[in-house]
């Protein structure tokens, strides 16, 4: 597999790549012998490992670990050591989707609300041709026991290689580490929070401005008002930020 540098922020180990390269080296893991972990946390997320150190092990024990989120390549940049910039989780997934079309390898979506998974199916399928998902599975299942251990074999019958799993954080995260090794097909699995929503057409993205600008947690707030405890994790964690560097020096 292509090697990268990783770049410490804050305790969590960020692979210092571009989304090209990040696609590239998920394109190598499909062709591996074992399920390869690709985690996506944004600032909310390094902020909960802060909190809650506990969380470190479970982030940075990902094979492929991405900056998604403007706070992360901010906050990197405020420490002298820099990442090559964002690699949005949605997106990644949407390369890889059609690196799996192109490639003939099976998808299987796992998460969201009854009902979501199948749609997103319906339209990626359409929007790349030659894309087979191989299943999909609501994210309303017991994370352990035999309704875990029942939707693990669906994902290994399915023989799907690439799998999304979005299951809300941290416990998608969570699950993937714990069942990773009973996957018999399954080379890549992606942890991709609400992407499934996105792709179903049941959430939309920031406009290209807010994107552009950095400023999808604004556009965010603006449409879910109710999140803006969540949000108040962003300044506190740059602050923080700002605070280790001076500590450093």
Known sequence: MTEFEKINVRGVHFANVTPDEAETICTEMLGGDRAHTVF??????????????????????????????????????????????????????????????ERGDGVFFLGAKPGVAEEAARRMTEKYPGLRVGGTNDGYFKKSGEESDAVTRKINQSGAKLLFVCLGVPAQEKWISENKDKLTAARVCMCLGGSLDVYAGVAMRAPKFFVDHSLEWFYRLIKEPWRLGR?????????????????RR
């Open 231 to 247: 949000m108040m994790k962003l300044p506190k964690f740059l602050l923080g930020t700002y605070r280790e560097k001076l500590f």
């Open 40 to 101: 996506t946390p944004n600032a909310e997320i390094v902020q909960l490992c802060i909190e809650q150190n506990e969380y470190y092990d479970l982030y940075n024990g990902g094979d492929l670990v991405v900056p998604d989120g403007a706070g992360v390549v901010k906050a990197a940049k405020i420490l002298g050591t820099p990442l090559k910039g964002k690699v949005a989780g949605v997106e990644l997934g949407e390369r890889m989707l059609k690196v799996c079309a």
